[in-house]
């Protein structure tokens, strides 16, 4: 059975930091990339970072709410998991933060594709 279990989630004040941790079963991990994507309240799904299966490349969703230079993307194929390190937390990264198998960073696949997990929420106060 495809697991991916997210944990890391919860509430701080802005500025504040957090590290999500996404954790795979029942499938060759070092095999996929794997993407963390988050939903805000009345907002789609929208990808935040991702990591290479093969060469570990990372990549940063580059928008208004930019990430990059504050949240860090790693992964551990020993330990079949991937971690986004969060710093500098802005209450507009307030959502659900979900990570997902990808064949290859950059893809978006559906809601209904298998290898999602089931999301922890990230609550930053202002």
């Known amino acids: 059975e495809v697991q991916l279990v997210e944990s890391g989630g919860g509430l701080v004040q802005a500025g504040g930091s957090l590290r999500l941790s996404c954790a795979a079963s029942g499938f060759t991990f070092d095999d996929y990339a794997i993407g963390w994507f988050r939903q805000a309240p009345g907002k789609e799904r929208a990808g935040v970072s991702c990591?290479?299966?093969?060469?570990?490349?990372?990549?940063?969703?580059e928008s208004v709410d930019s990430v990059k230079g504050r949240f860090t993307i790693s992964r551990d194929n020993a330990k079949n998991t991937v971690y986004l390190q969060m710093n500098n937390l802005k209450p507009e990264d307030t959502a659900v933060y979900f990570c997902?198998?990808?064949?290859?960073?950059?893809?978006?696949?559906?809601?209904?594709?298998?290898?999602w997990g089931q999301g922890t929420q990230v609550t930053v106060s202002s």
């Open positions: 990591i290479s299966s093969s060469d570990g490349s990372t990549y940063y969703a």
């Open positions: 997902v198998a990808l064949f290859r960073c950059g893809d978006s696949p559906p809601l209904t594709y298998d290898y």
